[in-house]
C-alpha cells in the first residue's frame, strides 16, 4: 500500500550509510579475517583457563561438522540444542553445528527439565551439546521429550569421566574423514532461539544466516564500532559475562567478537567477586552489560575507580538503563567513558536501533536508544489504527521495524507470523516508543505482556498455564512490577478463596528457572479483569499497582 507524501515522511530511515552484507554464509563469514591471527587466543574460559586459539576454533569446528553428519547421521535443517553456561566451546560448538548445514537453538542451563523439554519438542532437536556436569539434567530432560535425542557431553575439568549413555565431544573435534557439505544458503535458518514475542509461550525464532550477517555488519558501521582492530600488537580483551544463548550475548559478543578477533574470557556464572576479579586479572578493553551490570559496577562497594580504567566503551542493552546509572557509572569511573545503548529484539537478530556518542552530545538526549542501525527503517504507529498510518515527532506509539536483520518468523507458528506483522511487512516490537525533533528514539512502555526481570524474557503465559494448574486455582493473571535491582519481578493475581499461597509460590518454583519466580508476590482477587474476547487487561492490573504503591 503506497504512503501518502504526509504519512511517508514520518518513517525514520537510518542517518548511518548502507553497510552491504556479504552473500555466504555466517560460518564461512566468521573465518573471513582469521586467517591473520591463527595463533591468538580466541577464547578462555575465565574459572579453569581452558582455551582455545582461531586456528584451534577452526579446525575442531570443521571436523564437528563432520563428526555430526557422520556418527549421527545429523543431516540438512536438523536441530541441534546447545545447553552450555557461557564456555570457550560455544563458538566451537556453534560453527560446527552451522558449518554442517544444521540450526542451533540455544537454552538457558538453569532451566528445569520442564522448560527444556518444551524447547526440545518444539524444536525437534536431534542432539544436545552440553557439560558433562549438565548430563543428568539434558537426560531428564531429553526423557520427557520421549524421542531419541543423542547427547554430547564437554569435559570442564581434567580428568573428569563422560557419564554412561552419553557422548564425547573431544572425541567429535578429532579429525574426521567425510566429505564436506555445500555451505548453506545464505537464507536458510541457521538459530532458533527462543522468545514469546508479543503475547503468549515462548516460539522458536528462525533466525537465518544472512539476518545474523546483516546484524554483524550493521554492528560493524564505522560510527557505532566499539572494537578496535586486531593486529600484530594488539589484540581487545572483552569478558563475556552476558548469556551466549541470550540473542544478545550470541550475536554482539560471540559473534561480533569473534569476526573482530578478539580475546573473549567466557563467565560461566556470574558473581560480584568473581566478575570484579576478572575485570583485575584481565584488564578489558570493552565491557558488554545488562543495566543491572552497570548499576553493579557503579554502586557495589568492592569496585573502585582502578578496576575500570582500561575499559574505553560499555555497551549496555535489553532493558533500559537508567540516565542515573549511567552517571553513577562515570562518577565511579573517574573517566570518561563511551557508553552506547543498544535496543534491539530476538526476532530482529537482535540491534535496531544504538546511541553513539555525537548523538549523546545532542540536547536532552538522555536516556535515548540513538536511531536506526544502517539498512533500517523504523516509525511509530498507533497500535489501533488499523491503517497503521506513522505518527510524527514526539507521539507515542508502538514501533515497527524494516529491515535485513528482521526474522523469517515463528517456527511452526504462522498465525503468530502474520500477527508479528503489519499488514504492509514491518515487524511489530511490542515497544510503546517516540521520536523527539532530533529523530532520536525513546522507549516509554511495554505495550506486549513480556516482563523482562535482569534482561531476561519471562512470558506472563507461561507462569499462568503453571499456576492455572495449581489445586483450587480458578483463574489467574500474571504482571511485571517494578524491582529495584532486576528492573521487573513477576506477580500473580488469582481468583481461589482457599489456595494456599505459600505452596502456590513453591509450586511455580519447582517448576521454572529462578528468575521466573513470583517474587513480586501474589494477591487474590475476585475476578481478572478481561475484554469482551476474554483476553487479559494486564494494564488495569498494573495501574492499580501503581496506584496502591503510591
Ligand atoms: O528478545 P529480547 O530478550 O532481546 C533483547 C535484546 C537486547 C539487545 C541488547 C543490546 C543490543 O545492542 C541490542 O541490539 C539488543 O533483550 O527482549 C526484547 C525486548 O527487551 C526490551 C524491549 O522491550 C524489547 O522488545 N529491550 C531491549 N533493549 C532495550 C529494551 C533497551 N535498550 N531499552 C529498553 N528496553
Redesign the pocket.
Known amino acids: 500500500r503506497p504512503y501518502s507524501n504526509q504519512s511517508s515522511q514520518f518513517i525514520l530511515h537510518s542517518d548511518l550509510e548502507d553497510v552491504e552484507i556479504p552473500k555466504v554464509s555466517l560460518d564461512q563469514y566468521l573465518f573471513e579475517k582469521t586467517h591473520n591471527w591463527p595463533q591468538r587466543i580466541a577464547t578462555e574460559c575465565a574459572a579453569t583457563g581452558r582455551k582455545y586459539t582461531y586456528e584451534e576454533i577452526q579446525t575442531k569446528s570443521i571436523n564437528l561438522n563432520r563428526n555430526l553428519r557422520k556418527k549421527l547421521k545429523l543431516q540438512k535443517g536438523d536441530v541441534v540444542a546447545l545447553l552450555l553456561p557461557n564456555s570457550p566451546e560455544f563458538i566451537m560448538a556453534t560453527i560446527g553445528a552451522l558449518k554442517a548445514g544444521l540450526v542451533v537453538t540455544t537454552l538457558n542451563p538453569i532451566y528445569t527439565p520442564d522448560e527444556i523439554a518444551r524447547q526440545l519438542k518444539d524444536s525437534s532437536t536431534k542432539a544436545i551439546i552440553t557439560f558433562v556436569d549438565f548430563y543428568e539434567l539434558a537426560k531428564a530432560s531429553a526423557n520427557l521429550t520421549q524421542s531419541q535425542i543423542n547427547i554430547l557431553t564437554i569435559k570442564t575439568q581434567q580428568g573428569q569421566a563422560i557419564p554412561q549413555g552419553a557422548l564425547n565431544f573431544d572425541e567429535f573435534t578429532e579429525p574426521c574423514d567425510y566429505p564436506d557439505v555445500p555451505p548453506p544458503d545464505t537464507n536458510d535458518i541457521a538459530f532458533l532461539p527462543y ?1 514469546s514475542g508479543t503475547t503468549g509461550l515462548p516460539k522458536g525464532v528462525q533466525l537465518s544466516h544472512r539476518n545474523i550477517l546483516a ?1 554483524l555488519c550493521q ?1 560493524n558501521a564505522r560510527e557505532l564500532s566499539v572494537i578496535q582492530d586486531t593486529t600484530q600488537e594488539h589484540q581487545d580483551v572483552i569478558p563475556a559475562v552476558l548469556p551466549k544463548f ?3 550475548g550470541l ?2 559478543t560471540t559473534l561480533h567478537l569473534f569476526y573482530k578477533g578478539c580475546k573473549t574470557v567466557a563467565i560461566s556464572k556470574f558473581s560480584p567477586e568473581g566478575y570484579l576479579q576478572t575485570l583485575r586479572k584481565y584488564k578489558p578493553d570493552v565491557i ?1 552489560v ?1 543495566p543491572p551490570l552497570v548499576l553493579f559496577l557503579a554502586s557495589h562497594p568492592s569496585v573502585t575507580s582502578n578496576d575500570l580504567q582500561s575499559i574505553r566503551s560499555v ?7 537508567g540516565a542515573l546509572d549511567e552517571e553513577r557509572f562515570i562518577t565511579k569511573a573517574q573517566k570518561d567513558i563511551n557508553i552506547l ?8 537478530s ?5 546511541t553513539r556518542a555525537a548523538l549523546k552530545k545532542l540536547p536532552n538526549s538522555s536516556g535515548t ?1 540513538g536511531r536506526p542501525v544502517s539498512n533500517t527503517s523504523v516509525k511509530i504507529i498507533d497500535p489501533n489504527d488499523p491503517n497503521e498510518t506513522p505518527l510524527g515527532a514526539n507521539t507515542t506509539g508502538e514501533l515497527v521495524v524494516k529491515g535485513p536483520q528482521v526474522m523469517k518468523g515463528y517456527h511452526n507458528r504462522p498465525e503468530e507470523t502474520r500477527d508479528a506483522f503489519t499488514k504492509d511487512g514491518w515487524f511489530r ?3 510503546m516508543m517516540y521520536y523527539d525533533d532530533n529523530k532520536l528514539l525513546f ?1 516509554s512502555d ?1 505495550l ?1 505482556e ?1 516482563i ?1 526481570v535482569k ?3 519471562v512470558p506472563p503465559a507461561e507462569l499462568e498455564e503453571i499456576i492455572r494448574d495449581f489445586p483450587e486455582v480458578k483463574d489467574a493473571a500474571v504482571i511485571g512490577v517494578p524491582h529495584p535491582k532486576d528492573g521487573e519481578v513477576p506477580r500473580a493475581y488469582i481468583v481461589g478463596k482457599n489456595v494456599d499461597v505459600n505452596k502456590l509460590e513453591e509450586f511455580v518454583a519447582q517448576k521454572v528457572a529462578p528468575y521466573k519466580r513470583l517474587r513480586g508476590g501474589i494477591e487474590i482477587v475476585e475476578s481478572i479483569p478481561k475484554n469482551a474476547t476474554g483476553k487479559i487487561l494486564r494494564r488495569a492490573l498494573k495501574e492499580e499497582f501503581e496506584k496502591k504503591m503510591k
Open positions: 522468545s546484524n554492528f541470550h540473542i544478545y550475536t554482539a558488554f545488562a555497551v549496555s542493552g535489553a532493558a533500559p538503563l545503548q543498544g535496543y534491539g529484539l530476538t526476532e530482529t537482535p540491534m535496531v536501533a544504538m536508544i516490537t511490542g515497544d522507549v511495554r506486549k513480556l523482562k534482561g531476561f524474557q
